[in-house]
């Protein structure tokens, strides 16, 4: 039985729908992401990442430290080194600082800042868990970023090295946005969100805000690599294009393994296993015994790689 405000919310979304369609269906490229969106929702990608964010705790984020509250300063002592993405130096290094005066569709820091969560959450998806503190080091002491910035939605079979010089940065700011295409931009944001929840709590706006920043960078980033002044139609879709194969991609492979310096121990037999240097503690089911492996990381160790 669907009751009258059920009726309303679908007629609701069937009406933003059409009316999307109305005014940007004949743009190329935006019906297959539409496709991609529902083949995402259909898979439940977007259920598993919102339960990601909604669970998110502590992240023990690279740069936040000056965030934690009081509460928070055990698990800071715990965990002493963390690692320092290179992006987000060189972002600061390029004048783009935290707290600088900025709007939600600029590419500000905050945005590169969500960028770095969005991708931790993408691998606590994949590792199905909590992620501990080698999981960050390997994550951000990775290229992943730069490759995700530098080129787009080739990042995961793209083979060589990506470095972002310092152009990459002016550019990135020199951008700006034509009228209609923000338009465009954010009807789309707005037929995805109100898809996607019926509700807006906290937790939604939240994930909303984080996806939109994570879009605003991308769409950014896809004008500088197109040497373009002014963002298009079309770098939004490529945006689009890169933030779905970003959770479609198993963000695992893709990270440097050798910051895992910790041990597996046999939660049965005791038995205790140190990694290889391109050994994950997921490479690994179960001991020998057939018991459970638990990684223990070895934190004094991180700072010297
Ligand atoms: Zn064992």
Known sequence: MVTLEEEQGHYNLKDICNDFNKKYGHIEGVFDILKHFMYLWEEEYWELLFMVHKNWKNPLHVCDDHEYGVSQINDITRIKNFPESLVLMQVINNGITPGKQSNEYSADYNAFRNLHIFLEKIQSLYLDRD???????????????????????????????????????????????????????????????????????????????????????????????????????????????????????????????????????????????????????????????????????IPSTSNEK
């Open 131 to 297: 992620l501990v503190e080698d999981d960050l080091w390997a994550l951000h002491k990775s290229d992943v970023v730069e490759r995700v910035l530098g080129v787009l939605d080739q990042f995961d079979v793209f083979k060589g090295s990506i470095v972002l010089k310092d152009d990459f940065f002016y550019y990135l700011q020199a951008v700006s946005w034509g009228q209609e295409v923000k338009s465009f931009f954010i009807d789309f944001n707005n037929l995805f969100s109100s898809f996607l929840f019926e509700n807006q709590g906290p937790h939604e706006t939240n994930f909303n805000l984080e996806l939109n920043n994570v879009l605003v960078l991308l769409s950014h980033s896809c004008a500088v690599g197109d040497n373009s002044p002014q963002i298009h139609t079309e770098h939004v879709i490529k945006a689009y294009k890169t933030f779905f194969k970003i959770i479609t991609t198993d963000i695992t492979l893709l990270v440097d393994k050798k910051y895992y310096t910790g041990q597996l121990v046999c939660e049965e037999c005791r038995e205790v296993y140190s990694l290889l240097e391109d050994e994950a503690p997921y490479d690994f089911s179960q001991c020998s015994c057939g018991g459970d492996l638990k990684y223990i990381n």
